[in-house]
């Protein structure tokens, strides 16, 4: 089926590990963007892309880094992870910028560090 | 920079009852604004959207959001719920222009719909 697809769904880290969340889609969007979801807080961006070659910093980028080489997948990588990155990852990609279609959420990657 | 204010964090009604969740935004621009639906451990599914013309919108489960350009508000509401709208709802704007746009979300509001 058509859709994001983020790998792995559960992931329990030490703090200083360094680990990669991946999402691939399969729609051909040019815009995705990573999110992240804490209890009270609703989404924040981490980064976004709006093509491949061009990504961008969100609302919280510090400790998180991002590539696209490719229109398919957006990876995000934490390179020495900390207990304040626990937390709920989502990968949402829209074949528009503005979202004027909706933007298509992965099921998301539960992350604990410890 | 844009901003999104739910004012409710937990909404809880009975079955067949009517509902509101109230979301309120801002920004200088014209935006593009969505609810979205969160099911328990799932990923977020659009609900509906808002673009231009009508400023009512309906989605294909019954409920409906209203633009209030005066009132900077998108309230979503459905006339009469089900045990299976139990669900947090985040209601979003997206601001920008040319291929640069953000999403941005309010914190969210649980609907607890009891029997």
């Known amino acids: 089926n058509a859709g994001v697809t983020q790998t792995p769904k559960f992931q329990v880290l030490k703090t200083g590990q360094s680990m990669t969340l991946q999402c691939a889609q399969d729609?051909?969007?040019?815009?995705m963007s990573w999110y992240r979801q804490d209890p009270g807080m609703g989404l924040r961006l981490i980064h976004y892309s709006v093509g491949a070659g061009i990504t961008d910093q969100g609302e919280v980028p510090n400790g998180y880094n991002v590539s696209r080489s490719t229109t398919e997948d957006f990876p995000l990588r934490l390179l020495s992870a900390a207990p304040s990155q626990t937390s709920v990852y989502f990968c949402?990609?829209?074949?528009?910028?503005?979202?004027?279609?909706?933007?298509?959420f992965g099921s998301g990657t539960r992350l604990t560090v410890v | 920079a844009q901003s999104v204010t739910q004012l409710d964090s937990q909404v809880p009604v009975f079955e067949e009852a009517p509902v509101e969740l109230r979301c309120n935004y801002s920004?200088?621009?014209?935006?593009?604004l969505f609810w979205y639906v969160q099911y328990p451990n799932q990923g977020l599914q659009l609900l509906l959207k808002?673009?231009?013309?009508?400023?009512l919108v309906e989605s294909i489960n019954g409920f409906e959001a209203e633009f209030n350009k005066s009132q900077t508000s998108f309230h979503l509401r459905k006339p009469s719920v089900h045990i299976s709208d139990t669900a947090e709802y985040f209601c979003a704007v997206s601001v920008g222009g040319g291929s640069n746009y953000k999403l941005t979300f309010g914190k969210g509001t649980l609907l607890t719909v009891n029997p």
């Open positions: 808002y673009l231009s013309g009508s400023t």
């Open positions: 729609m051909n969007h040019e815009y």
């Open positions: 949402a990609s829209s074949s528009l910028p503005g979202g004027s279609y909706g933007y298509t």
């Open positions: 920004s200088s621009v014209s935006v593009y």
